[in-house]
């Protein structure tokens, strides 16, 4: 079935503005051929548009965008070569570029592009990021803390920037300095609740219970059917001997998980400990190990309770 018809006028428009040296213009016609469906005719207007204004790097990036929406790799990466070699100081060229090879999964390309855009824009905080996150994917975790601090450095009040540096030192098992700076992402976004989340988890991880109690509880302040934080609620109590609290933060987690398995197993763990309720702990743990049939803890206790 033919496509919708390409209107005289926008091809007017387009062969108008190369002539006028346009590229404004040439940029509007291409992106409303394409808004009509017509990918490949587009991609030809941008190409004659490249060879006619190869001073400005925004038609390369604009190619790459659709080589990238199209997941047309080869075409991508002679784009991308050439385009480098005459604007190796364009942010949107390298940040576009970063994208294609993240994609890929292509992660040590990836964050040298997302850096090179990071360091030539000091505006760049998207790419600092994407730099980091590209990094951790390959566990370069000094690297990434290296990148984060030359992004605090620059912004110095981008609470995204202590959050990351929080992460990496989970990703290291380090949760008593994770904590340090999820506290620094708070007193910069004080209402941000998935750091409030952030924060509640490390300071479990480090024992903490009180304090994990507390943050979990500011959390749940801000949302109350929030899995994550009913299970550190749950957990920090159960620690704390506070076993009717621990309860109704298992069950609760239960009731706010989209997929309440996990925290079924949790809540399982828990009345496997409780004298008298071996009945009810098997029923709620077989659930669980049904869903997770490698989560070694859950088999171990099912295990237990059915031998007796």
Same mark, same amino acid.
């Given at each position: 079935?033919?496509?919708?018809?390409?209107?005289?006028?926008?091809?007017?428009? %387009?062969?108008?503005?190369?002539?006028?040296?346009?590229?404004?213009?040439?940029?509007?016609?291409?992106?409303?051929?394409?808004?009509?469906?017509? !990918?490949?005719?587009?991609?030809?207007?941008?190409?004659?548009?490249?060879?006619? %204004?190869?001073?400005?790097?925004?038609?390369?990036? $604009?190619?790459?965008? @659709?080589?990238?929406?199209?997941? /047309?790799?080869?075409? %991508?990466?002679?784009?991308?070569?050439?385009?480098?070699?005459?604007?190796?100081? /364009?942010?949107?060229?390298?940040?576009?570029?970063?994208?294609?090879?993240?994609?890929?999964?292509?992660?040590?390309? =990836?964050?040298?592009?997302?850096?090179?855009?990071?360091?030539?824009?000091?505006?760049?905080?998207?790419?600092?990021?994407?730099?980091?996150? !590209? +990094? $951790? @994917?390959?566990?370069?975790?000094?690297? =990434? *803390?290296?990148?984060?601090?030359?992004?605090?450095? #620059?912004?110095?009040?981008?609470? !995204? %920037?202590?959050?990351?540096?929080?992460?990496?030192?989970?990703? &290291?098992?380090?949760?008593?300095?994770?904590? &340090?700076?999820?506290? &620094?992402?708070?007193?910069?976004?004080?209402?941000? *609740?998935?750091?409030?989340?952030?924060? =509640?988890?490390? +300071? @479990?991880?480090?024992?903490?219970?009180?304090?994990?109690?507390?943050?979990?509880?500011? !959390?749940?302040?801000q949302r109350k059917k929030n899995e994550r934080a009913w299970t550190v609620y749950a957990i920090a109590h159960n620690k704390l001997g506070?076993?009717?609290?621990?309860?109704?933060?298992?069950?609760?987690?239960?009731?706010?998980? &989209?997929?309440?398995?996990? =925290?079924?197993?949790?809540?399982?763990?828990?009345?496997?400990?409780?004298?008298?309720?071996?009945?009810?702990?098997?029923?709620?743990?077989?659930?669980?190990?049904?869903?997770?049939?490698?989560?070694?803890?859950? #088999?171990?206790?099912?295990?237990?309770?059915?031998?007796?």
């Amino acid at each position: 079935m033919a496509g919708p018809k390409i209107p005289p006028e926008l091809t007017a428009d %387009f062969e108008q503005a190369l002539a006028d040296k346009d590229l404004d213009g040439v940029l509007r016609a291409a992106d409303a051929l394409q808004q009509l469906g017509y !990918s490949r005719r587009g991609e030809a207007w941008l190409r004659k548009g490249w060879e006619a %204004f190869p001073e400005d790097a925004r038609i390369a990036v $604009r190619l790459l965008e @659709m080589y990238l929406r199209y997941r /047309s790799w080869d075409d %991508f990466d002679a784009v991308a070569e050439r385009a480098l070699a005459a604007h190796p100081k /364009s942010v949107d060229l390298h940040y576009t570029i970063g994208c294609g090879h993240e994609t890929r999964s292509r992660f040590e390309l =990836a964050a040298d592009s997302f850096g090179r855009a990071a360091d030539l824009g000091r505006d760049e905080v998207e790419a600092r990021l994407r730099q980091v996150r !590209s +990094l $951790r @994917m390959l566990n370069a975790i000094p690297a =990434a *803390q290296k990148a984060l601090k030359r992004g605090i450095k #620059q912004h110095p009040d981008e609470a !995204s %920037f202590y959050a990351q540096l929080g992460y990496t030192h989970i990703q &290291k098992d380090n949760p008593a300095e994770a904590a &340090k700076w999820f506290e &620094k992402a708070l007193a910069r976004e004080p209402d941000w *609740q998935p750091y409030m989340d952030d924060l =509640a988890g490390a +300071l @479990m991880l480090c024992e903490r219970w009180e304090d994990a109690a507390r943050a979990s509880i500011r !959390s749940l302040e801000q949302r109350k059917k929030n899995e994550r934080a009913w299970t550190v609620y749950a957990i920090a109590h159960n620690k704390l001997g506070h076993e009717e609290h621990a309860e109704q933060g298992y069950k609760n987690a239960i009731r706010s998980a &989209k997929d309440p398995s996990r =925290a079924q197993g949790n809540y399982g763990l828990f009345l496997a400990k409780q004298p008298g309720r071996m009945i009810e702990a098997i029923r709620v743990l077989k659930r669980a190990y049904k869903a997770h049939p490698d989560w070694a803890e859950v #088999q171990e206790a099912l295990e237990r309770l059915l031998a007796q």
